[in-house]
């Protein structure tokens, strides 16, 4: 009898391991590592520079913890970024950067792989195809990854309809990224790909895009149409405000700080993630998106990052932050918040006060002079009513931004050489000339209206 038990008790433990979706990650996981474990490769870009924009390299920094203590090695994860923070002079804590308003310091340890004019689109997508000829500059490590092997690329930074930034050289537009991806895949030479990315409307960078099969799967902490946010807004000194982190970018790290990594999965991540960047539903959140084989998201958080055991768990914080309040802002009024923040604690009638207002004055001078160019090349190509509708127009879901890349970026081209270069704020004009373009304008019909919007 009570062999039979037994016999009893396994069966209903393995029909719960069998019929669970957690049961059934566990079961795959033990398999496929006794038949083809393979090497987990990371690459974390910070796409921007300067001390306003502070919380991109501080989550990626965090990100490599995060995985250092999850077992990567160094000689798999390679790291963008312009590393212009952690000795900047505003910094009150030279050599330390931090990615909470309470946490530990994330920089130390951190591989300069691709700093300064090395961290760029053409090194970025060497490292992915693991081109080590094409690269210029840096520590030389790509991607050297095997048929059995697990890969996870994060990126932070500005975005627009269509790109993202990087602090030197050329944007990288979304055409360009899928085609890396898609050469990535005709190699034949990994499992799988995860790939988080922080951005405002980074859901335009894979939306009508990235094709099924090629086993990638993606997040982004935006819809195509929408901006992300910042959070973790303090003074760090006593002269100026900056965000420590990205509301969407803070909420999957501390998530996988937090939690069992070789329990929950990427869609569990996704769902929490989700909940945590809309922000309540309030304007100051965002919706994260999902794109491209989403039956990977029921694979388990460490295959891609490592495990967080008691033995390898790295908590940035002294606390549990996840949910602490804190201010967020649109990561496109960062710079102007940092501006004013600096004007209001300058002393009255000080150098640093009129300094301030002359900056805080000159950025919002050059917003209103984007705004109301783009404004005017509208208006001069399809009359005063409909030239805001045609600008406007957001494409519906599963359509990409534009028909023909090439046209979009000559435009932006085009109006940066006439109206003076799109700042992170600027950027949000690129679905409109985007737009433009699939409208059928014409490059010298776009140059003579930027002409007569930004004359010399």
Request: with cysteine; proline share 4%.
């Given at each position: 009898m009570v062999q039979k038990n037994g016999v009893v008790s396994f069966l209903v433990v393995l029909f719960v391991i069998v019929c669970t979706a957690e049961g059934r990650n566990l079961l795959e996981s033990i398999v496929e590592d006794d038949n083809a474990t393979g090497t987990k490769w990371a690459v974390l870009v910070a796409g921007s520079n300067e001390w306003d924009n502070y919380r991109h390299q501080a989550d990626v920094c965090h990100a490599y913890q995060l995985l250092k203590k999850g077992g990567l090695k160094d000689e798999n994860i390679i790291v963008f970024m312009y590393d212009d923070i952690a000795y900047n002079k505003n910094n009150p804590r030279p050599?330390?950067?931090?990615?909470?308003?309470?946490?530990?310091?994330?920089?130390?340890?951190?591989?300069?792989?691709?700093?300064?004019?090395?961290?760029?689109?053409?090194?970025?997508?060497?490292?992915?195809?693991?081109?080590?000829?094409?690269?210029?500059?840096?520590?030389?490590?790509?991607?050297?990854?095997?048929?059995?092997?697990?890969?996870?690329?994060?990126?932070?930074?500005?975005?627009a309809p269509g790109?993202?930034?990087?602090?030197?050289?050329?944007?990288?537009?979304?055409?360009?990224?899928?085609?890396?991806?898609?050469?990535?895949?005709?190699?034949?030479?990994?499992?799988?790909?995860?790939?988080?990315?922080?951005?405002?409307?980074?859901?335009?960078?894979?939306?009508?895009?990235?094709?099924?099969?090629?086993?990638?799967?993606?997040?982004?902490?935006?819809?195509?149409?929408?901006?992300?946010?910042?959070?973790?807004?303090?003074?760090?000194?006593?002269?100026?405000?900056?965000?420590?982190?990205?509301?969407?970018?803070?909420?999957?790290?501390?998530?996988?700080?937090?939690?069992?990594?070789?329990?929950e999965t990427?869609?569990?991540?996704?769902?929490?993630?989700?909940?945590?960047?809309?922000?309540?539903?309030?304007?100051?959140?965002?919706?994260?998106?999902?794109?491209?084989?989403?039956?990977?998201?029921?694979?388990?958080?460490?295959r891609y990052m490592g495990s967080n055991s008691a033995k390898n768990s790295y908590n940035t914080s002294t606390n549990d932050e996840s949910w602490l309040p804190s201010r967020t802002v649109n990561q496109r009024d960062v710079h102007l918040m940092h501006l004013w923040s600096k004007f209001r604690s300058a002393p009255e009638g000080s150098a640093r006060k009129t300094e301030a207002q002359r900056q805080l004055r000159e950025a919002i001078s050059q917003r209103e002079h984007v705004d109301n160019s783009v404004r005017h090349i509208?208006?001069?190509?399809?009359?005063?009513?409909?030239?805001?509708?045609?600008?406007?127009?957001?494409?519906?879901?599963?359509?990409?931004?534009?028909?023909?890349?090439?046209?979009?970026?000559?435009?932006?081209?085009?109006?940066?050489?006439?109206?003076?270069?799109?700042?992170?704020?600027?950027?949000k004009h690129v679905r409109g000339f985007a737009n433009l373009c699939n409208a059928g304008i014409r490059r010298e019909q776009m140059a003579a209206a930027a002409k007569q919007a930004c004359p010399s």
């Open positions: 050599g330390v950067i931090i990615n909470s308003p309470h946490g530990h310091d994330v920089y130390k340890g951190v591989p300069k792989d691709y700093t300064g004019k090395d961290c760029n689109a053409d090194n970025f997508f060497a490292v992915i195809l693991g081109n080590k000829s094409a690269l210029t500059g840096g520590s030389g490590k790509v991607v050297e990854n095997g048929p059995n092997d697990y890969i996870f690329i994060y990126y932070a930074d500005h975005g790109l993202i930034g990087m602090p030197s050289g050329d944007d990288v537009y979304a055409d360009d990224l899928i085609k890396v991806l898609i050469k990535k895949h005709t190699f034949g030479i990994y499992s799988k790909l995860v790939f988080y990315m922080e951005a405002c409307e980074s859901g335009s960078m894979f939306d009508g895009l990235l094709p099924k099969g090629l086993n990638i799967y993606v997040t982004t902490a935006s819809k195509p149409d929408e901006g992300s946010w910042a959070t973790y807004c303090i003074s760090l000194g006593d002269e100026d405000v900056v965000c420590l982190g990205d509301l969407y970018s803070v909420a999957w790290l501390e998530d996988s700080d937090l939690h069992d990594r070789q329990v990427l869609e569990k991540q996704y769902q929490l993630v989700r909940k945590r960047t809309l922000n309540n539903g309030t304007e100051e959140g965002s919706h994260v998106m999902q794109y491209g084989d989403l039956h990977i998201s029921e694979d388990p958080l460490f509208g208006e001069v190509l399809f009359g005063v009513e409909k030239g805001p509708e045609v600008l406007q127009t957001v494409r519906p879901a599963g359509q990409p931004l534009v028909d023909d890349w090439d046209c979009l970026k000559s435009f932006v081209k085009i109006f940066e050489s006439q109206c003076g270069k799109l700042t992170p704020y600027g950027r």
